[in-house]
Structures are given as C-alpha cells and as structure tokens.
C-alpha cells in the first residue's frame, strides 16, 4: 500500500472554523478521535540474520512478504503501534474519590488517579508501519509505503519484543477525521502525558485526565493531514488520480489553509 | 481647405502621445489587477492612480488649449489612403457621433459632474455621509464644511475624557474591573493590552479568539470556494514546526 499526504499548520485560533469549512466541504459531521500511539524502534538482535545473501533467487516471495522481511531484517524502522480509546477511557477527576477508588487500580503509579472505566487488557492495538517518504517523486506530494496490522489486545510489549521492537514512548493524539471521496482529513495535534510522571518504560496501564494532557505545540496549533491510500504503488496511474484528487483538495482549501509536502527527512522511520 | 501648417500637426501629434501614455498607465494599472494576487499594497495602487489622473490632467489641459484648432479640424481621407485594406479604421476616424458605449460614460460622467456635492461627499468622507446616505440625499457642501469642523474638536474632547492605555476605562476601573462584563474568557489584565473589548465569537474549544468583522485577509481572485479565513485580533502562530511536529510523531524525539 502506498500513501500520498498533504499536510499543513493550523494555528489554533483557525481550528474552530476549519472545522466548520471542512464540516461544509465534506458535507460530513467530523468524527473526533483520540489514540493512544506507542513508538517502537526496531533493534538488531545479536544473532540475528540480517541480510539474505543470494535472496534474490528467492522469486516467489510476493511483494507483502518482501516487504515484511524488509521491515524485519532489512533496514531497522521506528513503528507506531495505535490504539483507539475514547474519551471516557480517560480518567473523570485528579485526585481520586477515596469510595470509588477501584480496588488494585494503584498497584502501579502512587499517584492518586481518577476513576475510569479504562481496561489495559482490552486495549486493541494496530501496528502501522510507515517507509520513509520517496526521494525525488515528481509530484509535489509525500508518497510513501505503508502498512498495517492488527495486533492482540492488551500489553503488546512481549510481542513487540519478540518481534525486535523496543519501546520508546507514546503520546495521544486527539482530533476530527473528515473523509472526502477517497480523501481523508484529519486535523489532529500531539497530546503529551502531563509531564512530572517519572519516565515510562512501557505503555501506561491508566489514562490520566484528559484536560491534563497538555498539547506539545504549546500553542495548541493542529496539523491538518489529507491522505488517500493507494493500494498498487508501483500503477502510475492510479498515482497520478490520487495526486490529482489531493491537489484539487488542496486548491478547494487554498484560501483557508496551504497544504503542502512534508519534510521528507522529518518523516525519516529508519532507525539509526 | 488649406493644408495643416507644422505647428498643427504638433498638436495633434502631442495630443496622440499624451492618449498613448493614458491609455498605457490605465492599462498596466488593470494588469496588475488582475494578475497579482493578492491585491498590489496600497501605496503602489496609489501611486498608479495618481499617475491616471496627472495624465488625465494633462490630457485635458491639452484639449482645451487647442479647443479652437481641434474643434476646427476635420478628417477626410486622402486620395492614396488604403480604403480596402483599412475600412474599420477609416470608419473610427470618420463617425461623426460617439460609440454608444462612449456616448454612455460621457452621460454618466455628465450626470456625475453636474452634481458636485454628491461626487464630491462620495470621495470626502464615507462614514461622515453615512447618516445622509441612509436618508437618500447627499450632504451640501455647507454641511460638510461645517461637520468637518465639528469632528476633529468633538474628537479631541472626546479623546482627553480618557486615559489612554490599559484594558478598561476609568468608569470601569472607578466601578471595579471585576465587575466588567468583557465576554472574555481569559483575564483581562489591568495595566496594558489594548482597549477593545469586543463581543466574542461563539467560542467552543475554549480559545479566546475574538473575530474582527468585516476584515479579511486579501486574497485576490479566489474568494469563490471559501469564505476567506478572517483575520484575528489575537493570532498565535504556532511556535513548532511542522516538520519538528512530524519527527516528533514519527519518532517520538524533536531532533
């Protein structure tokens, strides 16, 4: 699968009404989301066969496998692992009421948490990795290789380590998901865990207040992405389409927001 | 008939490069209308329209001093003029009567300058003829004389009822700030900041951005998808990169 974006900074003054012209553009009401992302860097592990030497007989692999094997054993990649909570996942208040404290609910942070109806164990996750975005593409928009995979519910830190990932951090990220034919638009911004919690070395098991998080651009500015997903990459056409669709959203946006391409090395995945 | 002397023709010559630099300064003025985008600043605009109307000055001044020599002259063709090959040209030079559409502005120009007060009110001053124009009849020259000279006095008075700077009024501070209702929901503070208090716009992510109305940001010839994104009293651009907010996401580190 590959992936074209566009994307663009929205100051937080303008998000109320972007909101509004893309609820018009759209004709859609947005559908707001929160995610937990957890970023895992890959790691080589001692031992491990990192290079097929003559693999290239090896013609039968199809371009899934090939890619996953490039994933694992290839070049080494941070990946997101993406879970969707809502917001009543989030704790209700700071300082918890003593009577509904749920029992065993504090085995892990001494901090007093709020009361929530937050199940780590329940959690699904959904790893998404993305390539470095293309060097040199014609066209003025991120294109990049992308792919997804559904992960068990509950603590994937075993998994991911088996796998070769180490965890890094996680943050939230909060925002409206607008689709437009085979556009979709999130404007969404980066939510930090509040900060004076001691350094995680996995996933929280709890959420703390939502109004607690605070944005990570301390303005409180959002990012605005359009994205279309083309399943054939290497079909220049259909590239070519989904260039073309984004452009025209981007043209339909023009007075309102500019969208552009990203910083291909702000996109960088590739674990050094 | 006698044939035209030198100094004549001068004029004549004279009067057709003055037109030439008219038509050529109006013309580059609807250029840069039209292709620049948003709108050239204020001062170049400005500056180009006082160019138009120097050469229309001149231009004007020239006619009239020759009034008597052009409004003598009289255009036939000669004898070795290329009538086949030219007839539309022939036939502009020839018409005794004005292209309709001409004979249109000249009309519209006539009415306009046989009603002096209205022109001139039209030009002065927008905000002062508002309450005239809402009655439907302009302001005589009389009573704009006389309320340019009420303004600036009832403005300077108006002016030194206040201490200027801060964010409320003496009779606000003299009644208790607390009590001014400013819409607002951050705190205003006391000492500086600037004056207005405006209503505030329907404010549901609990940012306070007040909207000016009616000022928008020039965006030249695509007002047509959206409505321009209005331009904000408290603007706060973001301080992170975009670029910096994507590796931060995309690695989970800033450098």
């Given at each position: 699968m590959h992936e074209l974006l566009l994307f663009a900074s929205v100051p937080v003054h303008q998000h109320h009404e972007l909101l509004q012209q893309l609820t018009g553009l759209t004709a859609m009401q947005p559908r707001h989301l929160v995610e937990r992302r957890l970023i895992f860097k890959a790691y080589r592990k001692p031992g491990l066969v990192t290079s097929r030497v003559g693999g290239s007989q090896d013609l039968q692999q199809s371009g899934d496998l090939q890619r996953v094997n490039k994933m694992l054993n290839g070049g080494m990649f941070y990946t997101q692992v993406v879970g969707p909570v809502s917001e009543s996942d989030f704790s209700t208040s700071g300082p918890a009421d003593p009577d509904t404290q749920m029992e065993g609910m504090d085995e892990s942070k001494p901090t007093a948490q709020g009361t929530s109806t937050y199940d780590y164990e329940q959690q699904p996750w959904k790893l998404e990795f993305r390539d470095i975005p293309e060097a040199g593409t014609r066209s003025a928009v991120t294109s990049r290789v992308m792919a997804s995979a559904s992960l068990p519910c509950g603590d994937i830190i075993p998994s991911m380590n088996a796998w070769g990932y180490s965890f890094v951090t996680e943050y939230v990220v909060e925002g409206d998901v607008f689709i437009q034919n085979d556009i979709v638009i999130y404007l969404h911004r980066v939510l930090h865990y509040p900060s004076g919690e001691q350094e995680h070395r996995e996933p929280r098991r709890h959420l703390p207040v939502l109004k607690e998080m605070t944005p990570l651009e301390k303005s409180g500015s959002y990012v605005l992405q359009a994205s279309i997903n083309v399943?054939?990459?290497?079909?220049q056409e259909t590239m070519k389409t989904a260039s073309q669709r984004l452009f025209g959203l981007r043209e339909q946006l023009k007075s309102a927001v500019r969208l552009e391409q990203a910083d291909r090395l702000s996109l960088d995945t590739r674990a050094k | 008939m006698s044939a035209l002397t030198s100094d004549q023709i001068k004029v004549l010559e004279q009067s057709r490069q003055r037109l030439v630099q008219l038509t050529r300064s109006l013309g580059s003025l609807i250029a840069s209308l039209n292709q620049s985008d948003p709108l050239p600043p204020w001062s170049s605009l400005q500056s180009q329209a006082s160019i138009i109307s120097n050469n229309l000055v001149s231009v004007s001044e020239h006619l009239s001093d020759h009034r008597d020599l052009l409004s003598s002259l009289v255009a036939y063709p000669g004898p070795d003029y290329p009538g086949r090959t030219q007839a539309s040209t022939l036939e502009q030079l020839l018409r005794t009567k004005l292209d309709p559409r001409v004979q249109d502005w000249v009309a519209r120009g006539r009415t306009a300058g046989t009603e002096p007060p209205a022109v001139d009110a039209s030009n002065l001053n927008s905000s002062a003829i508002a309450a005239a124009a809402h009655a439907q009849k302009p302001l005589s020259e009389t009573e704009l004389a006389d309320l340019w000279e009420w303004a600036p006095i009832e403005a300077n008075q108006e002016a030194r009822r206040r201490n200027w700077g801060g964010n409320f009024t003496l009779e606000e501070r003299e009644a208790g700030i607390q009590n001014v209702v400013t819409g607002l929901k951050r705190q205003l503070e006391d000492d500086e900041g600037s004056e207005d208090e405006e209503e505030e716009e329907e404010d549901e992510e609990g940012e306070d951005e007040m909207e000016v109305v009616g000022v928008h940001r020039k965006s030249g010839g695509n007002g047509f998808e959206f409505e321009i994104a209005p331009h904000h009293a408290h603007a706060v651009e973001p301080v992170v990169p975009l670029a910096d907010i994507l590796r931060y996401m995309t690695t989970g580190r800033m450098q």
């Open positions: 399943l054939d990459g290497s079909n | -």
